[in-house]
């Protein structure tokens, strides 16, 4: 069973069509208490960064989700829940779940830090191709380098680690678009909106 957490920041009917399109049994729920005995949690977000900190503190899901990956279960973060599970957002300068080390930039923070200037628009909406880094990621398994997904931010990742980067893909600069350390796999981009390659991500997700 595949647990969504709804904590009133997250894309989730998209995700819950995509996942009724590959017939997976999941769980959707705006408590933690009903989540504990899934053996995966997609953790989607879209929105602003502070304001979904709050509403996990709110509801519990902050430490409800550390628990989770220290107990080594599986995480799936997408979009803004591929950026919060960080140290800290640039976005409304917030401390974040800090799974990972890292912080979180705007596009203008970043082009500015390495000197790009590329005359592109923020955010950054539509399909993007990834390109395949650090060995790539068990999620793409059986899905074809330079592949479209769908993107929508103005932030992007930026890890300490910079081999947790399985996939990245280029506006003005080299965008982490898919992270993954031990149990925690993330996306900036949007799976469930990205056509057959997205489907194939969630699939391998509940496959794994």
């Not at 997976?24 to 979904?52: H, M, R, T, W």
């Not at 990972?100 to 628009?121: A, R």
Request: hydrophobic share 35%; glycine share 8%.
């Amino acid at each position: 069973m595949v647990g969504i957490v709804d904590y009133n920041a997250g894309n989730i009917k998209s995700v819950e069509r995509a996942l009724i399109e590959i017939k997976a049994e999941y769980k959707i729920s705006q408590s933690p208490l009903d989540l504990e005995n899934c053996e995966k949690i997609i953790f989607p977000g879209v929105g602003e960064a502070k304001y979904a900190m709050g509403q996990l503190k709110k509801t519990g899901f902050d430490s409800f989700l550390r628990d989770f990956y220290s107990q080594k279960k599986q995480i799936l973060g997408i979009c803004l829940g591929s950026q919060i599970i960080f140290e800290h957002s640039q976005e409304g300068d917030v401390d974040c779940l800090g799974l990972l080390k890292g912080t979180i930039k705007s596009f203008q923070t970043v082009w500015q830090e390495n000197g790009e200037s590329p005359n592109l628009k923020v955010p950054q909406i539509g399909w993007n191709d990834l390109t395949y880094s650090n060995g790539s990621s068990k999620l793409l398994k059986g899905i074809p380098e330079h592949c479209d997904f769908y993107f929508v931010h103005s932030y992007l990742i930026q890890p300490e680690d910079k081999s947790i980067v399985k996939a990245f893909a280029n506006y003005g600069t080299q965008v982490p678009a898919c992270i993954e350390k031990d149990n925690l796999c993330a996306f900036q981009c949007h799976p469930e909106k990205s056509g057959k390659w997205g489907l194939k991500v969630l699939q391998n997700f509940i496959n794994s």
